[in-house]
């Protein structure tokens, strides 16, 4: 079997936004326009396709990336040279969600795709959401086109929005294209590379009209159109010379080098539009396929070798050895487990096998899919660059890497943030105990930044997460998705401890009473280290102090006295342990010996390292209209906050106020529990917030023993 569609006909994109920029408007616009489905959905009336989750559909907001794969043919035959017939390409798209308790989505995808469309607010312009899935594309050198939205709204501004980019994300930005008209009365588009206009006709905009360029644009048009070409030139040597003897390139150069500036993140075309009204969503589309690349237009993927442990490539070819990466697990009420994964190299076919490279594991694939939202299509064969999901996996998680079992490879790992927040939960009957066990653990499959966890002391069973709506989904889908009843308790943070000194300190356990005795004597040193690197055990034993089979007893020993904290019983972490000396007895020394002696030196070590709490900060931007900005920044500054800066931001008809004041501070977690009603009653319900996490810092001195005390009740 060979595959329907040339790789370089391929393009595996994401959606990404901050919250309600109009992400999933925009993929509804686009299943429509390619012909996926026959009504537009719309987010505000629970309708959209991408947004299929139950829970997605009554909070109008994006959950899970739901991936679909649609056609496009662009309006300039770009398909010289390819092969197969017909001028049509395909799609795949990731819709990804935008509230930020869902980043985890976020990354994922952006991990497995080649380039991304990031759509902007065209009243807001750029928001705390936008910033933090900019940075992610940056880490994984995603090239990317940015669409300026909803410039039919109230208070918009393509011009505003634009220099928020320039400012915020990116100097690299350029305009591609300029709206006519803004609020009610924006009407078409230029386009500055043709330096052509065009209104959107028909009852769903799908008639593109060619117009004249309006004559009060005229000017700005010649200007930015000089600026695009200059942007362009400049990213190549020759075209650069020919331009500055006066030569103006021709349009299909122009294009061309526009692709590989935009490929290599040299240049990121901005367009525009309004997704909502039907205008622009077809020239976006028609960006996707001429300024994003394929996945024969990237460099080979990087992996290592696991036995070896070299660096090898692989690259995008059916004919290379087949390695791909699983980015997603969810379950389907249709037809179980299913783990979405990307193929980087080689094809795969279903009934065959392949090795779980992480896990050393192999893994049967039984059944392929391609999914389309929620709908999905069996294919016997999957090739490389292209996005499917496997029934039935066994072993394989988000992250792991499956390649052929001769010629294994690792490919690079997808690092997920640590959860700052946890609940209590508990089972309302028996007959919800055994279920819900079950039910946790196939979410905790799913979503890596969700994790269980059992309180020895009481029993109770802790699940954490990234926010407060975060852990409400996941009880919410217990419910439906699983019918298991729990009673939740309060919010609790996920306080951590460290240390910040250098300490030494012994550890001894002798029992001599009657039969075998146990003996384990360690010395070792507690260090701190810089935030973030989590834990490091160093074995500096000369001379057989302590026999080579013991050691890795110690280092257990030392991980469970760690994870149970000493100052109020958090874990500890950015901490370094080096075990230099200690003693064994011939007969009576066993690893459950020097466990415990590790344990207790740990204990002792850490407890004279000036042991310090740490407490989740989060970035904090509130919107309020100005004639309640003194109450807010009062309450604020009641929670420990820091405020960093203050900005004006233009009007909103959603607001209905001419000034909006935009508050960025940095608060502690455990200040923000219920902020938004607080926050509703201080501004009438007119002001809004989004929050992030930021970092860990030390607690300060009076509220260590608020916590201590609070953890001892």
Known sequence: MTRDYPIERTRDIGIVAHIDAGKTTVSERVLFYTGVSHKIGEVHEGEAIMDWMEQEQERGITITAAATTCFWTPSEDITAGFKGKGKEMRINIIDTPGHVDFTVEVERSLRVLDGAVVVFDGVAGVEPQSETVWRQADKYKVPRVCFINKLDRMGASFERSYASILERLTDKAVRAQLPIGLEENFEGIIDLMKMKAYSFEGEHGEKIVEIEIPENLKADAEKYHAELIEKIVETDDALMERYLAGEKPNLAELRKTLRAATIAGKIIPVLTGSALKNKGVQFMLDAVLYYLPSPSDLPPVKGVNPKTNAEEFREAKDEASFSGLAFKVATDPFVGQLTFFRVYSGKLESGSYVLNVNKNQKERIGRILRMHANHREEVKEIFAGEIGAAVGLKYTRTGDTLSAEDDPIILEQIVFPEPVISVRIEPKTKADQEKMGLALHRLADEDPTFRIKGDEETGDTLIAGMGELHLEIIVDRMKREFKVDANVGRPQVAYKETVKIEAEAEGKYIRQSGGKGQYGHVRLRVEPLERGKGFEFVNAIKGGAIPQEFI??????????????????????????????????????????????????????????????????????????????????????????????????????????????????????????????????????????????????????????????????
């Open 552 to 713: 890795p007893a110690v280092e257990k020993g030392i991980k469970e006295s760690k994870d149970k904290g000493v100052v109020a019983g958090y874990p500890v972490v950015d901490v370094k342990v080096t075990l230099y000396d200690g003693s064994y007895h011939d007969v009576d020394s066993s690893e459950m010996a020097f466990k415990i002696a590790g344990s207790m030196a740990f204990q002792e070590g850490a407890k004279r390292a000036s042991p310090i709490i740490l407490e989740p900060i989060m970035k904090v931007e509130v919107i309020v209209p100005e004639k309640f900005l003194g109450e807010v920044t009062g309450d604020l500054s009641s929670k420990r906050a820091r405020i960093e800066q203050m900005t004006a931001r233009g009007g909103s008809s959603a607001v209905g106020d001419s000034a909006l004041k935009v508050i960025e501070s940095k608060v502690p977690l455990s200040e923000m529990f219920g902020y938004s009603t607080q926050l509703r009653s201080l501004s009438e319900g007119r002001a809004s917030y989004t929050m992030e996490f930021s970092h860990y810092e030390e607690v300060p001195r009076n509220v260590v023993e608020e916590i201590v005390s609070g953890r001892k009740k």
